[in-house]
């Protein structure tokens, strides 16, 4: 208790002994005792556990969903960088929503919303895995379905494949668009061939993967694409309680000179109006104006709407939830001990390593070990993957989630922290911003030289045997 006060212990014994509690150096100390003793020390005690529990509750509470109805789907794009993600978007904008809707302005604020056959979508303004693991990463699944972008002429290349396993590993649907199909050397077939390699066999071949031929640029296919995900999303069945207290996402945050902190927010069940208190991570604030992604004021936004809202006391981080709270004061205080919290699981948490392996496995916590792998050659990957795979046992099960060609990246740890996975280098190394973000998010991150040594480490892992020299 001094420790975290940063108060000697001895006056902080001093301070129980003016409230009337002889204490001695190990003695337990409840909560109302404590906040005597702080209160002479002029230190502010916030009790953490009750609060904000109790929003977390909320969250999962499907019991507070009674009036569960039919909701627009929530899709990002994905795909090769330069196949035509950002065409895309700009495209299915263009064509779905209408002048005067827009005021001639377009507004960026992460996400929008069009309307297809008297139904809505809702995208992802950002495109790319890399925003989508992130959030992940933060606890945040968003996307219901993601559209894989691939161009006709060039086929499935590195961050395609990126992008596949980053889906398989949220569970998340996709429909792959087939992109420039106007350009003279575009070969659809190719595309779908190369797909069946990773497991995506297309409808009209026999499988279950939907293909739809676009061109982004001479606007074709536009349509069939978005038919395609209200499809996707009528089988997916997705419904929200449009009633209940509102919960969500923050999608996109910055501050703005004059009208201060400004966040995008997904509401993802319940409906968020003006005058609502909201905790967002570990901010919070009262909405002082909403505004929808035309730019227009709004007083209320349901499921599957982003707004950008006004009034929150700090700049909430992209990934972050919110909910919808009873007053400002109580929310200020669920942040305030939020705060506190995230500070202690810093410190505390970490996540699958395979040092704890055997113990996790043991304690029943992990029936799985997700595993990425990268290296210098595709031939290495393979080799590893089917010798990691052939380790697993009837407790454990190890499964390769996403191998790549080069170094250890960013993305990589955002993936391994999304999924709980550990990252294994073949003769590749983390870069430096990887190297930071692994210790940050405490992912396990370990490089090889020799096939062997990464095998034999795994299997001691699993047999608690690894000796912790390593
Ligand atoms: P991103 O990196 O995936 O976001 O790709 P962009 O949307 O920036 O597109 C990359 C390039 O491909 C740009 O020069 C686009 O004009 C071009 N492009 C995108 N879609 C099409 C298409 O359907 N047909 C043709 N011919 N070019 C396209």
Not at 16 to 21: A, C, R, T, Y
Not at 79 to 98: C, E, M, N, Q, W
Not at 399 to 406: E, K, W
Request: with cysteine.
């Amino acid at each position: 208790f001094a420790e975290k006060m940063e108060k000697p212990v001895a006056e902080v014994i001093k301070a129980l002994i003016f409230s009337g509690i002889m204490a001695g150096i190990n003695q337990e100390i409840d909560f109302e005792t404590a906040e005597k003793a702080a209160k002479k020390l002029e230190v502010k005690l916030v009790k953490i556990k009750d609060e904000s529990s109790s929003v977390e509750e909320d969250e999962n509470d499907d019991a507070l969903d009674v009036n569960l109805q039919k909701r627009p789907p929530i899709v990002t794009v994905m795909g090769h960088v330069d196949h035509g993600k950002t065409s895309l978007l700009d495209a299915i904008r263009k064509a779905k929503v209408t002048e005067s809707e827009a005021g001639g302005i377009t507004q960026h604020i992460g996400a929008y919303t069009i309307t297809i056959n008297g139904e809505k979508i809702t995208f992802l303004d950002t495109p790319g895995h890399e925003a989508f693991t992130a959030m992940r990463a933060r606890g945040a699944q968003v996307t219901d379905i993601v559209i894989l972008v691939v161009a006709a002429d060039d086929g499935i290349m590195p961050q395609t494949i990126e992008a596949i396993n980053h889906c398989k590993a949220a569970n998340v649907p996709i429909i792959v668009a087939i992109n420039k199909i106007d350009k003279e050397s575009a070969n659809p077939d190719r595309v779908k061939q190369e797909l069946t390699e990773y497991g995506l066999v297309a409808e009209e071949w026999g499988g279950s993967t939907i293909c739809v031929p676009v061109s982004a640029k001479a606007k074709i296919g536009i349509d069939d694409l978005l038919e395609m995900v209200l499809l996707t999303a009528e089988v997916e069945e997705l419904k929200a309680d449009p009633t209940r207290r509102a919960i969500g996402t923050v999608i996109e945050s910055q501050l703005d000179k004059g009208r201060g902190p400004v966040a995008t927010l997904l509401v993802q069940k319940g409906t968020l109006n003006v005058g609502d208190s909201i905790l967002v991570g570990s901010t919070y604030g009262r909405i002082r104006a909403m505004f929808d992604d035309k730019g227009k004021k709004i007083k209320s936004a349901g499921p599957s709407i982003p707004v950008e809202v006004l009034g929150l006391s700090e700049v909430p981080v992209a990934g972050d939830k919110f909910n919808e709270v009873k007053d400002e004061k109580t929310a200020r205080g669920m942040a305030e001990a939020r705060k506190i919290k995230e500070k202690s699981l810093q410190q505390s948490s970490m996540r699958v390593s395979l040092e704890d392996l055997y113990s996790q496995v043991k304690e029943g916590k992990i029936q799985e070990l997700p595993i990425i792998i990268k290296a210098d050659v595709q031939g290495s990957i393979e080799a590893l993957r089917g010798s990691l795979e052939k380790l697993s046992t009837d407790e454990i099960k190890v499964r390769v989630i996403h191998g790549g060609v080069g170094a250890i990246t960013e993305t990589d740890i955002s993936l391994a922290a999304a999924s709980n996975a550990v990252v294994i280098g073949f003769n590749v190394r983390p870069d430096n911003n990887a190297q930071a973000v692994a210790e940050k998010e405490k992912v396990y991150v370990k490089t090889y030289r020799v096939i062997y040594n990464a095998l034999d480490d795994v299997k001691s892992a699993m047999i608690g045997m690894l000796s912790p020299d390593i």
